[in-house]
């Protein structure tokens, strides 16, 4: 019995069936590194072809380098190399990158041409292509409070600081709160851009234990009273990487916590407009202390750089907006004027309801393969895989790097303790959800299969 027996195409020479049905079992881990394949005479029976043609189907094999012939032994799997001399196989599946998949419908690079010839017929190009000072039009801060009234009810448009990109708001809030030594508390696991920024800026960032539904409000308490931190950082829906999410109630309860030490909150609202069943922002239960961030990366396309940062009040947008000019100079002109646009024809929203489709097809996809082996969101754009005791995070990446398939391991997630054994899974960078299933298949084979440790080809 082969359970990988091939089908054979009969569009195509027998031997290359034979060559191309290896290739598959091994990148579904149906077959592994050392496993011996049936003899020569045993394939062929099973086929029911000749012998030349079977042992021309595992040269081929050999040639691209997935067989060694061992005398007297047999045919064995090698480990592959990054590069195995076959361009199609060494097309590698980025899913390290946690982007949006590429709307279907409206087409994204059809409402740019039509827009900026609409922009520049209605604007002074001159306007849209030079250099701009504040955090904003007066109609492009209208457009992003209308773009974040969903999650965040009561939005003062003069508290709405378009920015270039969330990591350039980020900085801003962080730079301005903090100086160099101060604490910032997050949640034991969090998005690596938070962990680059304390860096740079030469803040402690400190861990907050956190379940499902994200950080502990008992656990903030604690680590309030006893690090008297500057800010608080959260992604509090889809949290990225593990996709917790907190529930209303979670919410209240770090709103109540944060006020009680009057420390400041960075809500990183990245993926709050989501779900189809929204749940409020953060900053409506603070909203004296919270900063709330949405960007439009995820919901439209990484490529605009605009975000919406809400602060506070008047005095912080004066400081907040100084910190923008100091560290990004401005967001682009054209750009915004592009978002704003499509917020108020609702083309941004067409483009988000098609690509939270499109999530919601892929993340049904990946509960189907691997079940509850997954953290996933219905509508989320990444999955928190957990790994059997046998795999480290590391092994594991680089394992499947290694059979064309990048994902992230559980380290460059990690601010404190001991790191979970999962790995990240972004899922918007297929080009499509069959392409994605059939990169994800060699998954649930490769969880349940003990193999030798492989290294990474770094010298």
Known sequence: MIPWLPKLDPTDAVYRSIYHAIDAAIRSGALQPGDRLPTHRAMARALGVDLTTVTRGYAEAQRHGLLEAVVGRGTFVRALPLGSGDPERDKLVDMTMNMPPQPADPSLRRMIQESVVKLFRAQNPADLLSYRWGAGSAEERAAGAAWIRPT????????VL?????????????????????????????????????????LSLVGVEMDEEGMLPDALDRACAELRPKLIYCNPT????????????????????????????????????????????????????????????????????????????????????????????????????????????????AVMD???????????????LLGDTAACHPEGLHAWIALPPHWTSAEFSTYTRNRGLAVVPCGAFTVQGEAPNAVRVALGAAPSTELLVEALKMLPATLQRHVQPEFDQIV
């Open 152 to 159: 965040l009810e009561k939005i003062d448009p003069q508290h």
């Open 162 to 202: 378009v920015c270039a990109g969330a990591q350039a708001a980020m900085m801003a809030v962080l730079s301005t709160l903090a100086v160099p030594g101060d604490t910032v508390l997050a949640e034991r696991i969090a998005y690596p851009g938070i962990r680059a920024l304390a860096t740079q800026l030469g």
């Open 238 to 349: 889809i949290q990225n990487p593990t996709t917790a999410t907190m529930g209303d109630q979670r919410r209240r309860d770090i709103a109540a916590v944060a006020r009680s030490h009057a420390v400041p909150v960075l809500e990183d609202d990245t993926y709050g407009l989501f779900p189809a069943d929204r749940l409020p922002a953060l900053g409506n239960h603070a909203p004296e202390l919270v900063y709330t961030l949405v960007t439009t990366a995820k919901t439209i396309s990484p490529s605009l750089r605009i975000a919406y940062l809400v602060v506070p009040g008047q005095a912080q947008a004066r400081r907040i907006t100084a910190a923008l000019r100091a560290t990004s100079l401005m967001p682009s002109g054209l750009l915004s004027a592009l978002v704003t646009l499509w917020i108020k024809s609702g083309q941004a929203r």
């Open 354 to 368: 098609d690509i939270r489709a499109q999530a919601s097809l892929r993340q049904a996809a990946v509960r189907a």
